[in-house]
């Protein structure tokens, strides 16, 4: 399971802090991510960091104002937004992936998605 919490709604210029737990599986490993879905658009990468070695991807759009993070003490996942502004505005999402080398298998998890709404 992957429970998110965190979202609400803000004025411009504010921030939220996203939170993805997870159960029944260690993150660690995982190559982990948030993604949104503003009202009609299509779903797009926000950031992303590899299980392992950790290299990291974050959108334009979020550089500089969003950072990931992962606590593995917690098994947990963050989305950091700072600055956020009216387009912003999306249902986030979280995801945790995994390849299997000796099987060929890949297992993937997704956050139930939360809504975030930033004000003018």
């Known amino acids: 399971e992957f429970v998110e919490s965190g979202g609400g709604s803000v004025q411009s210029g504010g921030s939220l802090m996203l939170s993805c737990a997870a159960s029944g599986f260690p993150l660690e490993h995982f190559s982990v991510g948030w993604f949104r879905r503003a009202p009609g658009k299509e779903r797009e990468g926000v950031s992303c960091?590899?299980?392992?070695?950790?290299?990291?991807y974050t959108a334009d759009f979020a550089n500089g104002r969003f950072t990931i993070s992962r606590d593995s003490a917690r098994n947990t996942i963050y989305l950091e937004m700072k600055n956020l502004k009216p387009e912003d505005t999306a249902h986030y999402f979280c995801?945790?992936?995994?390849?299997?080398?000796?099987?060929?298998?890949?297992?993937?998890?997704w956050g139930q998605g939360i809504q975030v709404t930033v004000s003018s």
């Open positions: 995801k945790a992936a995994i390849f299997d080398l000796e099987t060929a298998k890949a297992t993937e998890y």
């Open positions: 960091t590899s299980g392992g070695d950790g290299i990291e």
